[in-house]
Each structure stands twice: as structure tokens, then as C-alpha cells.
């Protein structure tokens, strides 16, 4: 995975991972919740996430959590990978603000 450590963007399927696991979930539940989150747009399949979910934990980003004691190994989010999520969120924000001020306006619209 290639996101950042100092500065740059987090992947799109990162930052949805890193949002789905403020409650914990178990993997399959993290791929439903992106996949309703994206209505359908982005879909991961099992080795994609589940090697995501290991790459974040060693980023001390998520951490293993005991949920139901089931059976299902499930994640939560931890304070740096919150700190990143907000990270994020401010990119994007910015981003959001001055794509609108070029294309028209704080709703986007370009003038025609």
C-alpha cells in the first residue's frame, strides 16, 4: 500500500478501511461497508484486504480487537489511524475548496 507517512494522500480503499473500523468489524464486514459506502464502485476481494488490514497494523493504524468472541478476527481503529483518517479528510477538504474556487463556485459548477 502505498500511502502516507509524511504528507501525502491515503489510497481511496485505505482511508474507506481506516473509516469502517471506527466500530469494529471483521474483514467481510469491512468489504460490505465499502462497498455500500461506494454504491458498488469500489469492491475488494479477500487478498487485497486482508493484506490492507495487515499493512495498517503495522502501522499501528488498526489493531486487533475482541468483539463478540467469535470466531471472525476483528479490527478497530487506533488514535494514529484516526489521526490519519483527519489528515486525510483535511486533504480532501482542501482539495474540495479549490477545485470549486477554479471550476465556479462552492458548489462546483463550472460557468458556462
Known amino acids: 500500500m502505498r500511502d502516507h507517512v509524511k504528507g501525502g ?5 485505505t482511508f474507506y478501511i481506516l473509516l469502517s473500523l471506527y466500530t469494529p468489524k471483521h474483514g467481510y464486514a469491512v468489504m460490505q461497508f465499502i462497498e455500500e459506502k461506494t454504491d458498488g464502485r469500489l469492491s ?13 497494523q503495522e502501522k499501528g493504524w488498526i489493531e486487533p480487537c475482541d468483539d463478540s468472541g467469535g470466531r471472525k478476527k476483528s479490527y478497530i481503529i487506533t488514535s494514529l489511524g484516526k ?3 483527519e489528515k486525510e479528510l483535511g486533504r480532501i477538504r482542501e482539495l474540495a475548496e479549490t477545485a470549486a474556487e477554479i471550476m ?3 458548489q462546483g459548477t463550472v460557468n458556462r
Open 104 to 106: 465556479g463556485g462552492p
Open 83 to 85: 489521526a490519519a483518517a
Open 44 to 56: 475488494l476481494g479477500a487478498g487485497t484486504l486482508y493484506g490492507a488490514l495487515n499493512s495498517l
Open 9 to 13: 494522500a491515503l489510497t481511496e480503499v
